[in-house]
């Protein structure tokens, strides 16, 4: 059975986050905040998004640390 969970990508040295992560086509900002359980907010906020509809497939941004 495949998880719809994606695979986090360590980044070495961060301090504000534990992971990158590369948007794919389909996902949502709750999806990706539920997958990594984190806040929408701490992800829009680590990452300087103010605009949640500014994300797009390709993009990679950052997931904070919990």
């Not at 806040?39 to 390709?58: E, F, H, M, V």
């Not at 990679?60 to 640390?65: A, G, L, M, T, V």
């Given at each position: 059975?495949?998880?719809?969970?994606?695979?986090?990508?360590?980044t070495?040295?961060?301090?504000?986050?534990?992971?990158?992560?590369?948007?794919?086509?389909?996902?949502?900002?709750?999806?990706?905040?539920?997958?990594?359980?984190?806040?929408?907010?701490?992800?829009?906020?680590?990452?300087?998004?103010?605009?949640?509809?500014?994300?797009?497939?390709?993009?990679?941004?950052?997931?904070?640390?919990?």
């Amino acid at each position: 059975v495949k998880s719809n969970r994606p695979a986090p990508v360590a980044t070495a040295g961060a301090k504000d986050s534990g992971t990158r992560y590369t948007i794919k086509s389909g996902d949502t900002l709750w999806r990706i905040s539920n997958n990594f359980k984190v806040s929408r907010d701490a992800i829009l906020k680590l990452n300087g998004i103010q605009d949640p509809n500014k994300l797009y497939a390709g993009r990679e941004i950052k997931i904070p640390s919990k």
